[in-house]
Each structure stands twice: as C-alpha cells, then as structure tokens.
C-alpha cells in the first residue's frame, strides 16, 4: 500500500510542474517545505500532505478560488499530464519541458519519475 501511495504522489508532483513554475517563491517555499518534510518521512510523503500543501498556496491564486481548489488542481493537473503524455512520445531532449521538469526537482530534492506516457 506504501508503494501505491508513493507512486501516485510521484505522479501527482509530476502534473503539478507548471502550477509550481507559476508560483511565487514564498509559495514555492511552501512546496519546498512540505519536500523537505516527506523526504524523511514515508506517512508525509503523501497525496494528502502534498494536496495540502499546494491548497494552501491557492490562495493567492483568484482563478483557483473562483473555481475551487479541488476542481482547479484536477483541471490543471489535467492539462500538464496531457501535454506531458505528447513531449513524451515527441521529444528528442533538452527541451524547455524537460528542463522545467528537472529545475522543480533539483529544488524539491526529490528524485520522482514519471512511468507513464
């Protein structure tokens, strides 16, 4: 059951990539803390404590508050992981893309990978 819950935070973090980029560094922080947390701790390193932390960090955001946190998370995660699934198939290295991806975790310290495509 750990494994599951790790795997599916993993993908969580991964679809989280471009909510991460657009925020602000005290909410970045935020994020950061909850990476630094989890790294040590195999109950933290949860979607739950993950959620979490990135809902409070939606505050700021107007778009996120209007629509609801849980309804915006799933939109955006969504839109990420469908682009994600094409630079996938279709990228040939050193992209923007893959550069973003590997900036957001050198800063989290966590080293999650996605397994699908």
Do not use: P
Not at 10 to 21: A, D, E, G, V
Not at 67 to 93: I, V, W
């Amino acid at each position: 059951m750990i494994l599951s819950e790790r795997k599916k935070t993993n993908q969580l973090l991964s679809n989280c990539i471009l909510i991460f980029n657009e925020m602000n560094v005290k909410d970045f922080e935020r994020i950061k803390r909850w990476a630094s947390y989890a790294k040590h701790d195999v109950g933290y390193y949860s979607i739950f404590s993950l959620t979490q932390s990135i809902y409070d960090t939606l505050w700021n955001r107007n778009e996120a508050v209007e629509e609801g946190f849980s309804k915006y998370l799933n939109r955006r995660t969504t839109e990420y992981r469908e682009m994600l699934n094409y630079h996938n198939k279709n990228c040939e290295g050193n992209c923007l893309v893959c550069k973003d991806r590997q900036v957001i975790k050198d800063l989290l310290g966590i080293d999650y990978e996605r397994t699908e495509s």
